[in-house]
């Protein structure tokens, strides 16, 4: 019998067990996994099979350089999408941004080991003071801000030539108009507002699965569905700082090793707030997703305590 013809190839686009794959040779492929173990996201580099009925079988997920995770309603890790270098947070005016999100999704990203980014789209609206304020903040920390319009075409130049040297994810709420800016920044993301990957809500399209496009200016995007809540993924938070940059900064020279920074005695990060050297509202952020993350330990049942250190 022949043997099947074998090749590596990137994952584009999953819906459940039909997988959207591109072959070395840049063809798109539908395919689909090879046995029920395998857990496979958008960004994935896997092996291929054709079979003699010339389907495509993916048999195997190459290890992956980074992967962006979260936790699903059980507590459980799940990976959303993988082998990417930089986060891109979008907000707008509308939705109103909400600032505890963003700074999960950052401590995400951080604790994933990707750069990442804010990315104001809809600047042709204005921000309310207190919007501005927290991204002020969030620039003193050294993330990047971007302001672009997709509408108007603005600071888009400047935004695909941070993106030219990544894998990057545009992660943030439905409405933001992620898809919008997709098909600004890409040579394929044309049918980001009207593919298949689309559905109607409220009147307008909103994204369902995430999907890999090519961007104009170099490297590549992954459009994501708009998301009401993101808690990251426990397994994968730093658990000094949970991914705060600025309270990694201190944490080192708290009196306690394992300390939470809620309300030990003699701990450094609650003195650098007191000093104005943190942010209360970061700090606030902080205890919210120390709460949520000692929360998702605890869902997990007896045995799996958070670890204090
Ligand atoms: N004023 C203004 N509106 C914009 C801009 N970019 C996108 N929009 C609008 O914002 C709405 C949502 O855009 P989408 O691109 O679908 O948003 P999304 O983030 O992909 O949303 P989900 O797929 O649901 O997560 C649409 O009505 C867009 O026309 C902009 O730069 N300015
Ligand atoms: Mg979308
Ligand atoms: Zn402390």
Do not use: W
Request: glycine content about 8%.
């Amino acid at each position: 019998m022949q043997s099947p013809e074998r090749f590596d190839a990137d994952v584009i686009a999953t819906y459940g067990r039909h997988l959207l794959v591109r072959d070395p040779a840049g063809v798109l492929l539908k395919a689909r996994p090879f046995g029920r173990a395998l857990d496979i996201v958008c960004g994935d580099r896997v092996h291929c099979e054709r079979d003699v009925h010339a389907e495509v079988l993916v048999t195997g997920v190459l290890p992956r350089r980074s992967v962006l995770m979260r936790s699903n309603a059980r507590a459980r890790s799940e990976p959303l999408v993988a082998n990417l270098s930089l986060a891109a947070i979008v907000v707008a005016a509308l939705p109103r941004p909400d600032p505890f999100m963003i700074d999960r999704y950052l401590c995400a990203a951080v604790c994933a080991g990707l750069q990442a980014i804010i990315v104001v789209n809809k600047a042709d609206l204005p921000l309310r003071a207190e919007d501005e304020a927290s991204l002020a903040e969030l620039a003193t920390l050294g993330f990047g801000v971007y302001r672009v319009s997709a509408h108007e075409g603005r600071g888009l130049d400047t935004l695909a030539l941070a993106l030219a040297p990544h894998t990057s994810v545009l992660l943030g709420q439905s409405g933001v108009g992620k898809s919008s800016l997709i098909q600004k920044l890409t040579l394929d993301g044309t049918t980001a507002l009207t593919g298949e990957l689309m559905r109607e809500s409220e009147g307008r399209h909103t994204t369902t699965a995430s999907r890999l496009y090519t961007c104009t200016g170099g490297g590549s995007i992954i459009d994501s569905p708009g998301v009401r809540d993101y808690a990251p993924s426990v397994d994968q938070l730093q658990q000094a700082s949970l991914g705060f940059p600025e309270i990694e900064q201190h944490a080192a020279q708290c009196h306690f090793a394992d300390c939470r920074h809620l309300q030990e005695p003699r701990c450094a990060v609650i003195a650098a707030v007191a000093a104005g050297a943190i942010a209360p509202r970061r700090y606030e952020s902080y205890r919210r997703l120390r709460r949520l993350y000692e929360q998702l330990h605890e869902q997990r049942g007896p045995g799996a305590r958070a670890p204090r250190r």
